[in-house]
């Protein structure tokens, strides 16, 4: 039994008894708005949209919604986070320090966003929550004085001509680790600072017997690949026989379930796998019971929520949003309803659209699971696929057939007739058939989503399924600079994207 573990959760245990919420989730969200409006009345977004007068009024929200516009990144930028790398107070109070550079969420290059002090802190807040939730847990005293592996992207971070510093967001938030993280953070930021990911994962094997780890947080693909490494690098049979204390998994950044097959391989006992909601624009939410996936939104963080439904009222049949869609607050979500999820923050993100699609799994409390990518949703001939349907269908299958798949890609491409059909490329190291996969995959498409089984009948006229090996998978990303350890792999791709990839693989 560890003593000091045993104190350092019976200090969590306290701390969340003796935490209750004083106001309704609506009260919570208005007083962020409040706040966010507040500490950006003098800038220059703020004067232009008049911050002090939205803040005299009645209808608080009302007016923001009627008075500031939604904002996709391009808007948002071109207009005003551009000035805001070497001008103060454009769209938050001074000037950031860090800008995140994300090329996972939109886009043909690297977005810009900006990375403030309160930000930081906001992002701190969110995980302090998250740890607050352990004691709903039956974990062992021991994981309470063992090590956490965070597997960031480099810590190594670029200065930009106008001074602030640029990289990944998960790398600039391990450079602003304070030096008493060192204590228990792992593989320590000298490690964190190595740029080329075969090196850093190389140094990560080399001092493994060192660390006594009890919980990991990063991407599944490039965990799984850090993971696979030190057990082959040290011949052991399990992840367990170096770190026996590991319990738990930290998830985030895609869905998980594509992977659970693979992590129960290389463990020798179950993990508790949490997952999370951490882009570059936020920390958003977190799992926060057992025996579920579904994440706690934060609601007193920073950040202020509005939801597009993701039907008619907000988008039109390509997934794209209305010029005027509806937009709720938190107290007007209903649960199992596709949202558009659009941010306010503390980073000076205004009715910024992120991209992403959540769902309410609960409204007491709201928790939430993220279904997809406004630009991962596939409807060229009517499909209506969202990422969601996708990953299940993947997963049905694979169970089905007893493979393992964790990544893949699908397009909707012309064939040789000039007809529209869907083009798959599975990534896996299992040996099966692809036809028996293709039609398998067809029918659970058609079983789980009606409109789909209309436009097989109409104008999707078929459906074609590549495997490719891992390591062909790994080594075109790593051509497309798509390598690193944090970066989200498209799932949809657009018909030149998807000839590219089957002309490389072919």
Known sequence: MSLLGTLIKKGIELNQKIQFELSTPEKQQENQLKSLLEKAKDTSFGKFYDFRGLLETDELVKEYKQRVPIHNYKQIHDRWWHQQQNTPDITWPGKPSFFALSSGTTGKSSKRIPITDDFLQSMRDVGTSLVKELPNYDFPDELFESEILMLSSSANLSKHDYGHLEGEISGINV?????????????????????????????IV????????????????????????????HGLKNIHEIW?????????????????????????????????????????????N??????????????????????????????????????????????NQDYVLVISTCAGAWRYIIGDTIKFTSLDPHEIKITGRTKFFLNVVGSQLSEEKMDAAILEVSKAMDVSVNEYCVGAIKNEDE?????????????????????????ALKNANKNYGVARSKALKGISVKKISKEQYHSYLDRNKKKGGQVKTPKVMGEKKMKKLMNYIS
């Open 290 to 335: 057992p025996g579920s996936m579904d994440m706690r939104l934060a609601l007193s963080h920073g950040y202020y929520y509005e939801f597009i439904p993701f039907d008619e009222r907000g988008v039109d049949e390509t997934g794209q949003l209305l010029e005027n869609p509806v937009s709720l607050g938190i107290g007007e979500v209903e649960s």
């Open 419 to 443: 007809e529209y059909i869907h083009q798959w490329v599975v990534v896996s190291e299992s040996d099966f058939d692809t036809s028996s996969f293709q039609e398998k995959l067809d029918k």
């Open 175 to 203: 450079s602003n680790f304070p030096d008493w993280y060192d204590l228990f953070y792992r593989p320590g930021k000298e490690i964190a600072s190595i740029s080329n990911w075969d090196e850093r994962v190389a140094r």
């Open 244 to 288: 026996p204390n590991l319990t738990v998994y930290a998830s985030g950044g895609v869905a998980f379930e594509t992977y659970r097959k693979d992590f129960e391989a290389i463990s020798g006992k179950p993990l508790t796998i949490m997952d999370t909601y951490l882009a570059s624009e936020g920390f958003f939410s977190y799992t926060s």
């Open 206 to 233: 080399e001092e493994a017997p060192n660390w006594n780890i009890g919980a990991i947080a990063g991407i599944p693909s490039w965990v799984l690949l850090m993971l696979q490494e030190v057990v082959k690098g």
